[in-house]
């Protein structure tokens, strides 16, 4: 059974950055595609980033486009992705969660000071 860890968020001043991860563990003997999602306070889950099993493609939302990029180590057939976010402000406040394979991750919280 594939499990889904995120790691790296954390409070952060408006402008700053914030680098994300999220690493696969079990059932993990091929690469697959990724995707990071974020739900903000009293809002529904919404689509992120995405990036497939190669890490050659990629698709990122037009709300976050050129300020947050995904990627991903496929060493030793590892799946981990990465979502560096840049330029943040208050209203990218948010709990940030991988999804892969049907899964989810349990989310790590990104909270932007003004």
């Known amino acids: 059974q594939v499990q889904l860890v995120e790691s790296g968020g954390g409070l952060v001043q408006a402008g700053g950055s914030l680098r994300l991860s999220c690493a696969a563990s079990g059932g993990t003997s091929s690469n697959f595609g990724m995707n990071w999602f974020r739900q903000a306070p009293g809002k529904g889950r919404e689509f992120v980033a995405s990036i497939n099993s190669s890490g050659d493609s990629t698709v990122v939302a037009d709300s976050v486009k050129g300020r947050f990029t995904i990627s991903r180590d496929n060493a030793n057939a590892k799946n981990t992705v990465y979502l560096q976010m840049s330029s943040l402000v208050p209203e990218r406040t948010a709990g940030y969660y991988c999804?892969?394979?049907?899964?989810w991750g349990r989310g790590t919280q990104g909270t932007v000071s003004s």
């Open positions: 999804r892969a394979k049907g899964l």
